[in-house]
């Protein structure tokens, strides 16, 4: 992979950590309502995804995917505002990080019933075919999500019909405390999809350029017509349960210090004589500084007009107030 | 004018629509060269093809989820769901993903599909295959509930419901399938949220929608013999139902039934009953009846059937306690 595309790839995963790093500082502030879920350690997987999308495409984010709404081109502030709550962010406040949606750049959504977008973009993948365009849905889902109907509805559908869907599965090997390999008949995801007969791979998700190497070809085999595409993410997420760690320590090591995605990405670049620290330091500082205006955006927008509250529930008719 | 039944009502509405909008597209189990379980879809496969009318597989959810993505992105899907009774398997993609997605992304995306569905009993379907399941989904903001109860309605509202940007479920009463009726040629719509007088009359009206009513109006012309004068508004839409015909008419008259198939409990007839006290208490000369389905699954055995469900005479007796009152 040359040298500018994998400094952009960091770039982007810097753009995940600073975000999420962030957006959990002021939620511990009590400034950010709601639940959170971060991206933390599966920055590598979202900047892969990233870097093959095009506006034109839609993407289905998971509930960790903060970061990519961010790469797919919504401005950093406007993400950041909606996970507030706030008027300036991209639905107003009402969707929050659940389900905090742009068209303008291809991002349907998230939906908090977990795994329900696996249904949702085979539609998008149909219509796309039917319109004879060549863009495709990408839906990222949680390991968790394998157990739910809908999953297996969806790669049976996508296979028959070979429509131009990407399946990214995230597998940071827990739903929530249950282990993968628990509570389905494989912890290899992808051999769901094998099943199915679908084309799949499974892929270090914490090392970068293989994971946007393998991205890229998956959605280079679907713009082709050839059908979905699975891939496998194998990485960890930083954040346990809500109430703190469960994991091992010596598993926690392992991801957070031997196999971190940045830690590889630096390796991989100092390595290839791609960039040198001080270049690297200077991403990460100027990532961060960014970072820090959307906060500040976000912590100074004002509340929703309260009229919003009933609007848009239908298309054109008003629901009754109070 | 042309004399049709309510299935080739639908037929002609889907068949129009089609032609006219290459975004119209259906989906369901056996809808292709099979026409659909009871026929509606019948030759729309051979005349448009099996990319817009595609048969599916048992998948209720993605058929669902299917529709309102393509909806997302432009398309007017009319999915199928062979029985009413199975959306279960598919609820959460039409409460919380096609109902709620033009709010919680603040009108960014809407999701205009049209669920076609087979509902209600009194054919020993049993208790899977019979259920009125409006009850199901009238706490759900943002859907439209249809059930026409006429030909002419169901081709008029049917071309209404793909029209509109709204997500729809579109209720059609199996004991309505064969019921025949004259019906305007070409293309026209029949507005949503409009209730229609079905009968007018002065004494007592009788609020009802699809099957009931048809029982409502047998009952009326029955009481009609015995000088009582029934007024019989059918509702047509659901939710959001037309709180102001229902009003206007029991302001008139002063007394109020209630007719629905489903179980009393929670349902549209509870919602319909509760808004004319609220709204209309002044002008009542007695107390809002219900006649509704009994608080039980829907048996198999016919007899069984028709103690559960409520029917003409239920409602004529329901009138008569009301004059007595
Ligand atoms: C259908 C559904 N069931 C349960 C939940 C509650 N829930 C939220 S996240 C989660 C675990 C999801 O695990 P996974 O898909 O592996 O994602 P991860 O959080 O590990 O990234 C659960 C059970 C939900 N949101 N939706
Ligand atoms: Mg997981």
Not at chain 1, 7 to 21: I, N, P, T
Not at chain 1, 253 to 259: F, Q
Not at chain 2, 188 to 207: M, N, W, Y
Not at chain 2, 284 to 296: F, I, S
Request: hydrophobic share 40%; with cysteine; charged share 25%.
């Amino acid at each position: 992979m040359d040298g500018n595309t994998v400094l952009e790839l960091y770039r982007k995963m810097w753009v995940v950590r600073a975000f999420e790093q962030g957006l959990e500082r002021e939620f511990k502030k009590g400034n950010v309502p709601g639940m959170l879920h971060t991206g933390l350690g599966q920055e590598a997987v979202q900047a892969a995804i990233a870097n093959s999308l095009r506006k034109t495409d839609a993407f289905f984010p998971d509930h960790r995917a903060h970061g990519l709404l961010v790469l797919a081109g919504t401005p950093g502030e406007k993400i950041m505002a909606e996970l507030f709550g706030k008027a300036t962010g991209v639905c107003s406040g009402k969707g929050g990080s659940l389900h905090s949606a742009d068209p303008s750049v291809g991002n349907f959504g998230d939906n908090a019933v977990e795994g329900s977008m696996m249904a949702t973009a085979l539609g998008v993948g149909l219509a796309y075919k039917m319109q004879k365009r060549d863009d495709l849905a990408a839906v990222i889902v949680g390991d968790g999500t394998a157990g739910r109907g809908e999953w297996h509805e969806s790669l049976n559908l996508a296979a028959t019909w070979k429509l131009p869907v990407l399946y990214c599965c995230v597998n940071n090997g827990y739903a929530i405390s249950t282990a993968v390999g628990d509570s389905h008949a494989t912890a290899e995801l992808y051999e769901f999809a094998c099943a199915y007969k679908m084309q799949s791979v499974q892929v270090d998700g914490n090392d970068v350029v293989e994971a946007a190497r393998v991205t890229a070809e998956a959605v280079d085999w679907i713009r082709q017509g050839k059908g979905p595409f699975f891939i496998e993410y194998k990485t960890w997420r930083w954040q346990g349960i809500f109430s703190g760690e469960f994991r091992p320590a010596e598993e926690i090591r392992y991801w957070k210090e031997e196999h971190e995605p940045m830690k590889l990405a630096r390796d991989y670049m100092v390595k290839n004589h791609i960039a040198d620290d001080a270049v690297l330091e200077q991403i990460k500082a100027e990532v961060e500084a960014q970072v820090e205006t959307w906060i500040t955006f976000a912590l100074e927008s004002p509340p929703p007009d309260l009229s919003k509250a009933t609007a848009n529930v239908y298309v054109g008719w008003e629901v009754e107030t109070r | 004018m042309k004399r049709m039944s309510f299935v080739q009502a639908l037929n002609d509405a889907l068949d129009i629509m089609m032609a006219e909008d290459e975004r119209v597209f259906l989906l369901g189990e056996d809808i292709g060269h099979m026409g659909g379980d009871f026929g509606v879809t019948r030759g729309l496969f051979t005349k448009y093809g099996g990319e817009r009318v595609r048969d599916t597989p048992l998948s209720e959810a993605a058929i669902i989820g299917t529709a309102v993505g393509a909806a997302m992105v432009g398309m007017r899907p009319v999915p199928e769901i062979m029985f009413a009774d199975f959306l279960g398997t598919c609820y959460d993609q039409i409460v919380n993903n096609a109902a709620k997605m033009h709010y919680m992304f603040d009108g960014q995306f809407k999701a205009p599909i049209v669920i076609r569905t087979a509902a209600g009993g009194g054919f020993g379907g049993g208790p899977h295959h019979s259920q009125s399941v409006e009850g199901w989904f009238m706490n759900v903001p943002g859907l439209v509930i249809v059930g026409p109860s006429t030909p002419q309605d169901a081709k008029g509202m049917l071309i209404a419901c793909i029209e509109n940007d709204n997500p729809v479920l579109f209720l059609e009463h199996k004991a309505l399938y064969r019921v025949r009726g004259d019906v305007d040629e070409g293309k026209f719509s029949v507005p949503l949220r409009k209730a229609h007088i079905a009968r007018e009359g002065t004494d007592v009206t009788i609020v009802a929608s699809m099957k009931m009513t048809h029982e409502a109006l047998a009952a009326a012309e029955e009481l009609a013999a015995e000088n009582i004068s029934v007024e019989v508004v059918d509702l047509r839409t659901l939710r959001p139902w037309d709180t102001q015909t229902v009003l206007e008419s029991v302001a008139k008259t002063g007394r109020a039934i209630v007719a629905n198939e489903a179980p009393k409990m929670g349902g549209l007839g509870s919602d319909v009953s509760a808004t004319i006290a609220e709204e209309c208490f002044s002008h009542l000369k007695a107390p809002v009846k219900r006649v509704c389905g009994l608080d039980t699954p829907i048996p198999f055995s016919v007899p069984l059937e028709k103690v559960i469900l409520p029917n003409k005479d239920d409602i004529k007796k329901a009138v008569q306690d009301t004059l007595a009152h």
